[in-house]
């Protein structure tokens, strides 16, 4: 088992930027779907990108509502995971959630969220 420490979030204009890290306890490398899932106030939660290892690639994926705005990494060294967000919405504010799974029938570990609030 390992615990994920989500951070990053904060308060930020429309069109601004924030980058969110997901540390991991241990190794990352045998939890071959990291992704990053978001909730807003009465909505469900959302699907928002995933990486998924098959041997030394990785492969990422992205809702249609982040595409060419959010990317997302990891640093298998740090056993961290990061999304780059940039050109942010009011539509993107929400608490952000980190998981990583070994595939995509395990359910995974989460992390604890970071809010996100986009806002003039």
């Known amino acids: 088992q390992v615990q994920l420490v989500a951070s990053g979030g904060g308060l930020v204009q429309p069109g601004g930027s924030l980058r969110l890290s997901c540390a991991a306890s241990?190794?990352?490398?045998?939890?071959?779907?990291m992704g990053w899932y978001r909730q807003a106030p009465g909505k469900e939660r959302e699907l928002v990108a995933t990486?998924?290892?098959?041997?030394?690639?990785?492969?990422?994926t992205y809702a249609d509502s982040v595409k060419g705005r959010f990317t997302i990494s990891k640093d298998n060294a740090q056993n961290t995971v990061y999304l780059q967000m940039n050109s942010l919405k009011p539509e993107d504010t929400a608490v952000y959630y980190c998981n990583a799974a070994r595939n995509w029938r395990d359910p995974g570990y989460w992390g604890q969220g970071t809010q996100v609030t986009v806002s003039s």
């Open positions: 990486l998924t290892r098959t041997g030394n690639t990785n492969y990422p």
């Open positions: 241990g190794s990352i490398f045998n939890f071959n779907v």
